[in-house]
């Protein structure tokens, strides 16, 4: 069984960064997709961004130019490096793994972590 770990959640202004990990605990295991879905209050699940093994990347048009996605696949971990936030960023973070389809869809995600609140606010 595969436990993904997040960390790196909290409160910042607007204009400012953070960074999120997400971290697998079974180290054989190597998923094709990883990346992040965010929820904020009153809306639906979205997907932020993802990442194939290969590094083939897909972002929500909502933070591209702002937010930049990587993997160690060597360590199974995946970051989401995020500048320039806005108080519409506001939402629980949630990584995930799963084949390439859940980089577009949530259907396909096969694990998910706890998630990370991110606020954004002055």
């Known amino acids: 069984q595969v436990q993904l770990v997040e960390s790196g959640g909290g409160l910042v202004q607007p204009g400012g960064s953070l960074r999120l990990s997400c971290a697998a605990s079974?180290?054989?295991?190597?998923?094709?997709?990883m990346g992040w879905y965010r929820q904020a209050p009153g809306k639906e699940r979205e997907l932020v961004a993802g990442i194939s093994r290969g590094g083939s990347t897909n972002y929500a048009d909502s933070v591209k130019d702002r937010f930049t996605i990587s993997r160690d696949n060597a360590n199974n971990t995946v970051y989401l490096q995020m500048n320039d936030l806005r108080p519409e960023d506001t939402a629980v973070y949630s990584c995930f793994s799963g084949p390439w389809a859940s980089m577009s869809s949530s259907t396909f995600v096969t694990n998910w972590g706890p998630g990370t609140q991110v606020t954004i606010t002055s």
């Open positions: 079974n180290s054989i295991f190597s998923p094709n997709a």
